[in-house]
């Protein structure tokens, strides 16, 4: 029962937290230890162009690759268990168009229950093209 409350206030706060998340201004990603994108909150969506209802294959089309592979490469899992990571990169994103948008980022990973969790932000001054 104690395990069954404690998993429901998890639910609970998570669930808290994505709402606010979505009122934030700046662009937000939420991805995994592999690289797949579980979230992408409002501001991000209206500027790529991606429906409110996409699906989680749409999700996965918003980094480029190689975003994906810096991310892996300076942001290793390994590292995290010292403390959490804070890495700025150049941030290659695609419109529902396919257009692609590189934009000036900054990823924040940590171990979250023994799994990376990385949150990718970009400042709403920046969500303007560059390329």
Do not use: F, K
């Amino acid at each position: 029962e104690m395990e069954l409350n404690v998993s429901a206030q998890l639910a609970g706060a998570r669930r808290h937290h994505m709402q606010a998340m979505e009122q934030v201004q700046d662009g937000v990603v939420l991805m995994d230890a592999e690289g797949t994108v579980h979230w992408v909150n409002a501001a991000l969506r209206q500027w790529l162009g991606i429906p409110p209802d996409a699906g989680a294959g749409s999700l996965q089309q918003v980094l480029a690759s190689q975003t994906l592979e810096a991310l892996d490469e300076d942001l290793p899992g390994e590292r995290l268990r010292q403390g959490p990571l804070r890495l700025e990169l150049d941030a290659g994103l695609q419109h529902a168009d396919g257009r692609l948008s590189v934009v000036r980022a900054t990823a924040h990973a940590s171990l979250v229950d023994g799994e990376r969790l990385v949150s990718l932000v970009i400042e709403r001054a920046r969500m303007r093209e560059r390329g």
